[in-house]
């Protein structure tokens, strides 16, 4: 097979289908770009999971009329269940300094309430903390000096499952966009055989195999998936640079959500270069068996 004559043939049809190789291109390299946006999505959500999930804690508050005795008993079931990895005690004195603390910047609301409005508790942190229902099933509410037990992680399901939906929405979004470029291959690659019939019917006739007239067709598909991969890839350098380390700067600083890591990106993108290419490719391959005849 000659190779020249091959790129000679993709360069040719590159150049005579310009701005519908633009639009492939441009339409490949939003739905990519989508792609690894809901792939970093998914990352962070992992990372935070792993961040918020080792800090989630149980508060067991107890009521204002509990004893001694119950309270050491509560204390002592602590010391021995196994679902505890730790906990800490916390008085009434001590839950209002916490409150006045975190409400520093509200004084009106410090000086409404009460020192005795907040009840005395224990903070327990669990080995597994998705075994909430052990804890409140062996501490029931109203029960044995207990007021109510709480659980952050509701929050944290809450949390979680909103960015899930996000990143499930830039997934779906994503798949929409890969449709739109695979219609927008497939009517490229047909127009780009109709414009060159004369030259592959006559290489048939000089005996040119159905794979050797084929082959530049699939060449340009693959060129413009990677291309537009490489547009994704770059889009997504961008929006680490201007957006995340820049817009996020302080939320990331504190803690609060998980960087973007460079090796993160470098890890996409050979997905995002594979699958523009190879979806490219497929669909000019599959065009080319089902509508044109070369």
Not at 140 to 145: F, Y
């Amino acid at each position: 097979m000659r190779v020249n004559f091959v790129l000679s043939e993709v360069a040719t049809g590159l150049r005579r289908n310009l701005t519908m190789t633009v639009a492939m291109i441009l339409t490949t390299a939003i739905s990519l770009g989508l792609m690894g946006t809901g792939l970093l999505i998914a990352g962070m959500i992992s990372d935070m999971k792993e961040i918020y999930y080792d800090k989630v804690q149980v508060s067991i508050f107890l009521a204002d009329d509990v004893t001694d005795e119950q309270r050491t008993a509560i204390q002592t079931r602590l010391d021995g269940s196994p679902e505890v990895a730790s906990f800490l005690y916390e008085s009434k004195e001590e839950a209002y300094e916490r409150f006045r603390q975190q409400f520093s910047q509200q004084p009106e609301l410090v000086e409404n309430t009460p020192p005795d409005a907040l009840p005395e508790s224990f903070r327990v942190e669990l080995v597994n903390p998705e075994r909430y229902e052990v804890i409140a099933a062996e501490f029931p509410n109203g029960a044995n000096g207990v007021d109510q037990v709480r659980d952050e992680g509701d929050f944290l399901d809450r949390l979680f499952s909103l960015l899930n939906g996000a990143r499930n929405a830039t997934i779906a979004v994503a798949v929409i966009q890969a449709l739109a470029a695979l219609l927008l291959i497939s009517n490229t690659i047909q127009l780009a055989a109709f414009n060159r019939r004369n030259e592959t019917n006559i290489m048939r006739l000089v005996g040119a195999s159905r794979w050797y007239t084929q082959l530049p067709f699939i060449l340009e598909a693959a060129l413009a998936g990677l291309i537009g991969a490489l547009l994704a890839v770059g889009g997504l350098v961008l929006a680490k640079v201007l957006f995340v380390d820049k817009t996020l700067a302080g939320p990331i600083k504190a803690g609060i959500i998980p960087p973007v890591d460079w090796g993160a990106i470098a890890t996409i993108a050979p997905v995002i270069a594979g699958a523009g290419v190879g979806l490219a490719g497929i669909a000019a391959y599959v065009t080319l068996r089902l509508y044109v005849r070369l």
